[in-house]
């Protein structure tokens, strides 16, 4: 669509590379129902008084309710919220609050857990902006979590990073500062390398290989059987180490293997193999539940659905590492 000389989807394409944080704006309407919109078309305006704006867009369905309302709250997503972005994105969705921790702020208005921070606001005036509406709030009061903002940029949801330019200003401790336990690799392999540990002595007072543990189970929950590529990938043993576990485990009449209507040797488990291995299930089920104590049970669900997601998005052929790999792909060019 085009208005005048301007093209909108390169208009729109073009504003994205504004890079800018991901807000959900919430109210509560007349009826008790909570409200709440993506939005990254926040601003700041004004420090004295203390004014900020956004804009909505028309269509929204719930632009009546945002019309009348005479508070809203914006909260500003950190960077591990692209889910809830996402879900207050989807427009006309029924009840986006469902299952979303929250407290009532200023009017009712949803303050989300887990935030960078929220700016709670009392409606001082709304403008005709297209076909947007320019909603500005005076802030009654806010609060920074100091977590990492969620960034939007080019379509595309993005974390922010000290620019390599400052980081070659850096001294060397402040390079290195607050790095190992904050990364990824050393969070996971430390986590998993404890968690093992503990359970390993489960597994040496039961005989079990930790491989055996770990081909049992994936074998145990596919009943049509693993071809030894696939258990590899599963299991993430050598090849040579592989085979001979299989061979020791067809010995012990654990698995047994045979060759599918492809001509291709698949494996499965036996009964003795899954007598060795369901109390074991059990066991592991209890450790996990231990370790996951700390957390309440939205928190660890919230926390495996993150790993799940993370695991998916880098084994996607998707995820391109682009900071380590440069690449020029384009992303999907929404606002
Ligand atoms: C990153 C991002 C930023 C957005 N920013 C805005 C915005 O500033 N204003 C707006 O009206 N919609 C924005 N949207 C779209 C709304 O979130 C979306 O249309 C919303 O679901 C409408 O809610 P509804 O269910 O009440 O129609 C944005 C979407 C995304 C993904």
Redesign the pocket.
């Known amino acids: 669509m085009t208005s005048g000389a301007i093209d909108t989807d390169s208009f729109r394409q073009a504003l994205g590379h504004f890079a800018t944080g991901?807000t959900i704006v919430t109210t509560r309407g007349e009826n008790g129902e909570y409200?709440g919109?993506?939005?990254?078309?926040?601003n700041s305006v004004s420090m004295d008084p203390p004014l900020v704006l956004?804009?909505?867009?028309k269509?929204?369905?719930?632009l009546k309710i945002y019309e009348t309302a005479e508070h809203f709250v914006v909260n500003v997503l950190a960077a591990d919220q692209v889910s809830l972005?996402?879900r207050?994105?989807?427009?006309?969705?029924k009840d986006?609050f469902r299952g979303v921790s929250f407290t009532e702020g200023v009017g009712g208005a949803p303050i989300l857990a887990g935030c960078a921070a929220y700016f709670q606001c009392k409606k001082s005036f709304v403008y005709e902006g297209g076909d947007?509406l320019i909603l500005v709030g005076e802030v009654v009061t806010f609060e920074a979590s100091g977590r990492s903002g969620l960034v939007?940029h080019k379509g595309s949801y993005a974390v922010s990073q000290p620019h390599p330019v400052i980081g070659v200003t850096q001294t060397r401790e402040e390079a290195g500062q607050d790095f190992v336990e904050e990364y990824l690799d050393y969070l996971l392999t430390q986590t998993a390398a404890r968690f093992r540990s503990q359970f390993q002595v489960v597994l040496d007072e039961a005989g079990v290989h930790q491989f055996e543990w770990r081909i049992t189970c994936c074998l145990a929950e596919n009943h049509e059987g693993l071809t030894f590529e696939r258990l590899r990938d599963m299991v993430l043993a050598e090849k040579n180490e592989l085979s001979r576990l299989l061979r020791s485990m067809q010995d012990k009449a654990w698995i047994t293997s045979g060759e599918d209507f492809a001509g291709e040797t698949r494996y499965w488990i036996v009964k003795q193999g899954l007598d060795k291995i369901v109390p074991l299930i059990a066991a592991a089920r209890a450790h996990e539940w231990d370790a996951l104590g700390e957390f309440s049970a939205e928190e660890a669900k919230q926390f495996k659905d993150n790993l799940k997601g993370l695991l998916q998005w880098v084994n996607s052929g998707e995820y391109k590492p682009a900071h380590l790999v440069p690449d020029d792909s384009k992303d999907e060019g929404?606002?």
């Open positions: 991901v409200i919109v993506t939005a990254n078309s926040f956004w804009s909505l867009d269509r929204t369905h719930s972005s996402k207050f994105a989807t427009s006309g969705t986006k947007h939007f929404q606002r």
